[in-house]
């Protein structure tokens, strides 16, 4: 009798095993970064999503160059980031489809009430990073390649100062994500460039406080990518553009709208645009 069962039994088994290897199957990977990871936006956006679409979104945040070079090796479907040089130079090259702008927020500049470099309540971070400078005060970069480097780097050069020859010990490269940055900024007492969204989740602020705002200089644009599946055949292509279409509609613009902490809007949509 058992021998008569066998068969059944193993019809069934490689059903429930086939059934297993769909439901696995159902998912994207988004490469994106610690701002919109460590700000809690996707643990406020993903839920509204997956319930709609029926599939999971798995986040891989990282800098952005370094979510752009998770891309280019095809390790993900989409890639949403900010630092748009870098995004369009990566749809130039072939590696995404098209950029859609997403939202957007600022870059802030934070540092000890101390104020050693005397820059509280200013507007102007060029001059600001020049006092930094010359005063040699404690600064900490994130020195990873995410869009919060290359904001920082640019704006360095903006002030007219070559790094190479400034740094010093008052000069500290984290490589790391934006909120383990922020973490040695507030135990050394520095200075430090950060995204708003993740200033506003941080709760390790000790005595940091925001130094300089407001310098349309630090605005902080949002992009979001399809991977090329002519690069990577594997990519999953249409859950990848129901994710991208659903961020750019009147319902995930409402919601990436609706996210606040403490009452205030982390970022702003602006898909509009496009």
């Known amino acids: 009798m058992a021998s008569l069962f066998r068969p059944l039994l193993l019809a069934c088994a490689c059903l429930l095993g086939i059934a297993g290897v769909h439901a ?10 610690t701002s919109t990871e460590q700000s809690g936006l996707f643990g406020h ?22 979510a752009l070079d998770t891309a280019r090796r095809g390790d993900a479907d989409v890639v949403f980031v900010h ?6 130079k990566f ?20 540092g000890p009430k101390a104020d050693p470099a005397r820059l509280t309540g200013g507007r102007d971070i060029v001059e600001a990073l020049k006092k930094v400078e010359a005063a040699k005060a404690p600064f900490v970069s994130r020195g990873d390649k ?16 070559d790094l190479e020859q400034a740094k010093g010990p008052w000069y500290r490269d984290s490589g790391s994500g934006m909120g383990p940055a922020l ?28 130094a300089v705002e407001g310098d349309k200089r630090l605005f902080n644009q949002y992009g979001v990518i399809l991977v090329n599946p002519a690069k990577h055949p594997h990519v999953k ?3 990848g553009q129901q994710f991208i279409d659903w961020l750019v509609s009147s319902a995930g613009q409402t919601a990436i709208a609706e996210y606040k902490i403490g009452g205030e809007q982390l970022f702003f949509p602006n898909a509009a645009k496009n």
């Open 24 to 33: 696995e199957d159902k998912f994207i990977t988004v490469a994106s970064t």
């Open 45 to 66: 956006l993903l839920p509204r999503f997956e319930q709609q679409s029926g599939f999971k979104v798995r986040v891989v945040a990282l800098g952005t160059g370094q």
């Open 83 to 88: 630092d748009r040089a870098a995004e369009e």
């Open 91 to 110: 749809v130039a090259e072939g590696f995404g489809v098209e950029r859609k702008e997403v939202m957007y927020n600022d870059f802030i500049l934070v």
């Open 146 to 161: 995410s869009g919060t480097h290359a904001a920082e780097l640019r704006l360095w050069k903006l002030a007219g100062i």
């Open 183 to 210: 973490n040695m900024a507030a135990s050394l007492g520095a200075y430090i460039l950060a995204d708003r969204g993740t200033w506003l989740s941080f709760k390790n602020r000790q005595d940091l406080v925001i």
């Open 237 to 239: 292509r249409d859950m």
